[in-house]
């Protein structure tokens, strides 16, 4: 059997639970895992190893996704006027 060696993570917070430093990594066949010790969650870590011990951030500010709803009315709206005109 081979022992896993589990290593906390400083300032993770469960993504299931909410629970800070509770995360655990570890690797098992060179694919990086974790683990909550407190609810139990856990899952792979392979695929963006960069995020450790990063904050999840959203990358567009609600104000800008609102200004990107506001320009995506704008172009429905332009698409439109053109179309009558075609038809004029
Ligand atoms: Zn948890």
Known sequence: MTTVK???IAGVV?????AQDTI?????DEEQ???????????????????LGKP????????E????????SDDVQIVHILDN???H
């Open 85 to 87: 005109s075609k038809l």
């Open 24 to 28: 655990q990594m570890y690797t098992i």
């Open 33 to 51: 895992f974790r683990e909550c010790v407190d609810c139990g969650f856990s899952d792979e870590m392979e695929k963006e190893p960069s995020l």
């Open 14 to 18: 469960c993504p299931s639970c909410g």
């Open 56 to 63: 999840l951030a959203t990358r567009v500010s609600p104000e």
């Open 6 to 8: 589990k290593q906390f």
């Open 65 to 72: 996704e609102l200004k990107q709803e506001q320009a995506r």
